[in-house]
């Protein structure tokens, strides 16, 4: 349904024009499967548990802090 109307226009573009959309048209087109190729390639599966044991928390972290007690 868009593209009728997207040749009826381009037709009525002169053909300097018409060569510029057809420029833009590649463009997009090449922008388009580049994008797709990189992301299809370097999507990669998370794994669970790889940080395990790398990363701690102590045990008073929800506890208020000393230094903002004067705002409370």
Same mark, same amino acid.
């Given at each position: 349904?868009? %593209?009728p &109307?997207?040749?009826e226009k381009l037709a009525t573009l002169p053909e &300097?024009? %018409?060569t510029e959309v057809l420029h833009y048209? *590649? =463009?997009?087109s090449a922008r388009y499967t580049d994008t797709?190729? *990189?992301t299809e390639t370097s999507? @990669? @599966?998370r794994q669970a548990g790889l940080l395990e044991g790398k990363i701690w928390m102590a045990d /008073? =972290? /929800?506890e208020p802090l *000393?230094?903002? @007690? /004067?705002y409370r």
């Open positions: 349904m868009i %593209q &109307a997207i040749l &300097a024009l %018409q048209i *590649e =463009f997009l797709n190729r *990189e999507v @990669k @599966k /008073d =972290f /929800d *000393e230094d903002l @007690k /004067d």
